[in-house]
């Protein structure tokens, strides 16, 4: 079966009255067996498992091929998992272009435990070559990358990771399952925040880890989840798994919309610069296809002609793009990277990445247009 035909059958809740949609289960404890002792429907407490969590867990593990997953409450109790099942002395490799805040994990909560890490630009493999040190143990990437949509070769870096023995991670949140497939080039874990794509209504707050197989890792991180207790309510996993049966007909759209307003932009007398995957023109496009399938996403970044005041202006005077932080919702959004991260980041003035909605494409155009008239 097609994935979007197994999104919207698989479900493990079902409920007595047959209702059609499955129901949300709240208790946090569950009965044991008539002999005591068991648990005759696998769950005992919720923190550990509850039939939300795990009907989401099940569909999440299915969209990346993986031999299993483990949800949190947000993208980067995902992360710092990961993390955290690393041992003190170990030295990362992140790529220079990474989600901000992963910067920030290692920077305020490990800074007491011993990690080091390194930011490399991940398209140049040579760079990655010569950043590796003897303890380095983990390998993370993020493609395309936030902000400036860079295209890593996934397949180049996990052999390049197997010759130092080193595991390899891809941030997934922003090519989604639909368009990449990780675990099938070798990547040994996938993240997502599904706050993105996967909720794709800015309405849920969530991350997820799939695993290419159920190692020592993979226990360890289960224990995290266990213990560390930083996991998804049921109300949540419930929204999500609703959401999770429109995915596919969502990213279709998201996808078709972004390379229409790609392309229109690209021609603009305005605009310097598009960065997006699927347009000839991206520096990685040929990489991009190779491992990209379906199309290229919802998300791209343009450089605008002019310093930090036009941009703020431009984003001002769109109607239809919301000036808000996120990504990867039913609406448009522009956002200004450089404002956000501070001064000391390399994100240029003139940037801004823009989350297209499901609007119609016409309407995303035009709003643009009206917009680029006042700069
Ligand atoms: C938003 C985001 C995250 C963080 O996830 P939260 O759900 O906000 O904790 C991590 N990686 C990428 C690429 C993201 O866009």
Redesign the pocket.
């Known amino acids: 079966m097609e994935l979007s035909t197994q999104l919207i059958h698989t479900s493990n809740v079902k409920h007595e009255s047959g209702a059609v949609t499955p129901p949300i289960v709240l208790s946090t404890t569950f009965e044991r067996g008539e002999d005591g002792l068991s648990f005759p429907e696998g769950y005992i407490y919720s923190r550990y498992d509850n039939p939300n969590r795990h009907s989401l867990e099940q569909k999440l593990a299915l969209m990346e091929n993986s031999a299993a997953c483990i949800s949190f409450s947000?993208?980067?109790a995902a992360a710092t998992a990961v993390f955290q099942s690393l041992k003190s002395g170990d030295h990362i490799v992140l790529p220079d272009d990474a989600?901000f805040?992963m910067y920030s994990i290692l920077d305020h909560l490990f800074v007491n435990f011993g990690l080091t890490y390194s930011r490399v630009d991940l398209t140049n493999l040579e760079q990655l070559q010569a950043s590796i040190q003897p303890a380095t143990k983990l390998i993370w990437m993020?493609t395309p990358s936030?902000p400036l949509l860079k295209v890593t070769d996934i397949e180049a870096v996990v052999a390049i990771a197997k010759q130092h023995n080193c595991f390899t991670l891809v941030?997934n949140?922003?090519a989604t399952p639909y368009y990449t497939q990780p675990l099938e080039m070798g990547v040994d874990i996938v993240l997502h925040?599904t706050?993105?794509y996967l909720g794709g209504h800015s309405d849920i707050?969530?991350?997820a880890l799939m695993f290419r197989e159920t190692n020592e890792r993979y226990e360890f991180i289960k224990n995290v989840q266990k213990y560390g207790g930083a996991v998804p309510s049921p109300y949540d996993c419930w929204l999500l798994c609703r959401s999770l049966t429109t995915f596919t007909a969502r990213m279709t759209v998201h996808s078709n919309n972004a390379l229409q307003l790609a392309q229109y932009l690209e021609q603009h007398p305005k605009i310097e610069k598009v960065l997006y995957p699927g347009l000839a023109s991206h520096p990685q496009h040929t990489v991009a296809k190779k491992q990209m399938k379906n199309g290229y996403s919802g998300m791209l970044s343009i450089l605008v002609k002019g310093n930090r005041a036009d941009v703020l202006k431009l984003a001002g005077q769109l109607q239809l793009f919301a000036h808000a932080t996120s990504?990867g919702g039913v609406e448009s959004l522009v956002e200004h990277r450089k404002s956000v991260e501070g001064d000391a980041s390399p994100t240029p003035d003139n940037l801004l990445r823009v989350s297209v909605g499901l609007e119609h494409i016409n309407d995303l155009v035009a709003d643009f247009e009206q917009a680029l008239q006042s700069v």
């Open positions: 947000s993208g980067l989600y805040s993020e936030n941030d949140t922003w925040s706050t993105k707050l969530g991350g990504l």
